[in-house]
C-alpha cells in the first residue's frame, strides 16, 4: 500500500517572513536567550561532572567499564521518555530540562575525555614520574593537557547535541526555541514561526562549536601546528 502526499504553497503563509520576525522580536530573542542558556548551563554541569568520573575511569580501569555502560544506557533512553520521567519528581521547571540534558552529555564526554587520556604516551608518564611527579601533579600538568583535543571533541560534540536536545523541553514548558517551533505547529502551521526558529537552532549550534573551535586552537596550538 503507498500514500501520495500533495503540497499546495500558501502565498499567505510563507516559509520565512521578515514581518514576522520585527513584530515578535522580543518573543524571539526571549527564546534565544533561554536557548543558549539552557545549553550553556547543561554543558558546563556536565564538564564538571564528566571530567572527575573519566580520571577515575583512567586511574581504576575496573571503573571504565561500568562508567561507560551506565552513562550509555541513559543516552539510549528516548528524550521525551526521560523528561516524562523526571518531571513528576522534580517538576515542570528548567531543574527537569538541566537534569536530562546533562544526562545526555554525560556519555559523550566521558568517553572523549577516556580516549584523550588513553592517547598519553606511556613514556611520558614514565617521564613525569621520574622527574617526580606525583598522581595529581601527573594529571593536571601531563595528561590533561595532552588529553584537551580529545576533551574539547566531547564538549564540542555534547554542546551541537544540547542544542537540538534543548526543543525537548517544550514538554515541560522550558524548550527555549523549541517553544516557538510547537506553538508553529499548533497555531494551523505557521511556517515562518517554525522556520525561523529552526534556523535559530541550527545558527546557535554552529556559533557555539565555531567558538569551541576557536578555544581548543588557543589552548592546544601544538596541535595546529602538527595538523599542518
Not at 580520571?55 to 539510549?76: D, E, K
Request: hydrophobic content about 55%; charged content about 10%; overall charge positive.
Amino acid at each position: 500500500m503507498s500514500f501520495r502526499l500533495s503540497y499546495r504553497a500558501d502565498p499567505g503563509n510563507p516559509w520565512f517572513s521578515w514581518q514576522y520576525v520585527r513584530d515578535n522580536s522580543d518573543t524571539i530573542l526571549a527564546a534565544v536567550r533561554e536557548h543558549a542558556s539552557l545549553t550553556g548551563r547543561a554543558v558546563l554541569i556536565a564538564v564538571l561532572i564528566a571530567l572527575p568520573l573519566s580520571v577515575l575511569a583512567y586511574w581504576f580501569r575496573p571503573l571504565a567499564g561500568p562508567i561507560l555502560a551506565v552513562s550509555g544506557v541513559v543516552y539510549t533512553i528516548p528524550s521525551l521518555a526521560l523528561f516524562a520521567f523526571i518531571a513528576p519528581y522534580l517538576g515542570t521547571g528548567t531543574t527537569t530540562v538541566l537534569v536530562g540534558l546533562v544526562l545526555y552529555a554525560l556519555l559523550l564526554i566521558v568517553r572523549n575525555v577516556v580516549a584523550g587520556l588513553n592517547q598519553v604516551p606511556p613514556e611520558v608518564g614514565e617521564a613525569a614520574q621520574g622527574m617526580g611527579y606525583g598522581r595529581w601533579g601527573r594529571l593536571f600538568r601531563i595528561d590533561l593537557p595532552l588529553a584537551l583535543p580529545g576533551i574539547v571533541t566531547g564538549v564540542r560534540l555534547a554542546t551541537v547535541s544540547t542544542v537540538a536536545l534543548v526543543t525537548v523541553g517544550v514538554l515541560v514548558g522550558h524548550g527555549g526555541l523549541g517553544q516557538l517551533i510547537f506553538a508553529g505547529f499548533q497555531n494551523n502551521l505557521y511556517k515562518a514561526e517554525i522556520m525561523t526558529a529552526a534556523l535559530l537552532c541550527v545558527a546557535i549550534a554552529v556559533v557555539l562549536d565555531l567558538l569551541l573551535v576557536l578555544v581548543a586552537r588557543l589552548v592546544t596550538p601544538w596541535s595546529t601546528r602538527r595538523a599542518r
